[in-house]
């Protein structure tokens, strides 16, 4: 059932409390984009999800990221992955990603993918794209800062990284031309795949 008015105010406000405290903490992103997808009409089973984050929270109050001292370094590796239909409701994928400047942990993300996905290949391109996309993005930032950085870009999928080599559609035809752009970027060198 429905949360009521006040409860769901209360929801809200700590789904949105959960999204300000994730952009630290990787150990909770998926949890909170799960809990924050429910905000416009959470229910008394949505209210159980922020409870278990909560009980999460309070045996692992703190997360430390060490920055290690290293030296300069040009290698940007990022890796990606998704869970194919995992959203049991819309069928939807996750992507998720992390990204490393040496040993040091830049970013991390987990989003919904915006298209439902027809085969886990397809998943993984849609998780590899995104991924690449960031190591682009990371890679553009520190041109602006006089660095030149070499970005690496690894998958556990050998179909989407097949896919990402090689030049059009092939057999499938499920696949928009528009997700294609990883295809000349990297024969141009500019990304990595592993």
Same mark, same amino acid.
């Given at each position: ?31 909170? @984009?799960?809990?924050? @997808? ?10 159980? #999800? ?6 999460? #929270? ?14 300069? %370094? ?15 409701? %819309? ?22 993918? %915006?298209?439902?996905? #027809? ?69 141009? @060198?500019? #990304?990595?795949? %592993?």
């Amino acid at each position: 059932p429905p949360l009521n008015h006040m409860a769901a105010t209360q929801y809200r406000g700590m789904a949105a409390r959960l999204n300000y405290l994730a952009l630290d903490r990787s150990d909770i992103q998926f949890a909170t @984009k799960e809990a924050s @997808k429910y905000m416009a009409a959470p229910t008394e089973g949505n209210w159980l #999800l922020l409870k278990r984050i909560g009980r999460y #929270l309070k045996g692992n109050p703190r997360l430390v990221q060490m920055f290690r001292w290293q030296g300069a %370094t040009r290698a940007l590796h990022t890796y990606t992955d998704s869970d194919w239909a995992g959203d049991k409701t %819309t069928r939807k994928s996750t992507s998720g990603g992390i990204a490393f400047l040496g040993s040091h942990c830049i970013k991390s993300w987990f989003t919904n993918q %915006t298209i439902i996905a #027809l085969s886990s290949a397809e998943a993984e391109l849609y998780a590899l794209l995104k991924g690449a996309s960031q190591s682009l993005g990371l890679k553009s930032m520190a041109a602006d800062f006089g660095d030149s950085l070499e970005a690496g870009l690894w998958s556990d999928a050998s179909a989407a990284i097949a896919i990402s080599r090689r030049s059009g559609l092939g057999k499938l035809r499920h696949i928009q031309t528009q997700f294609l752009w990883l295809q000349e970027r990297v024969p141009a @060198k500019d #990304l990595q795949l %592993t």
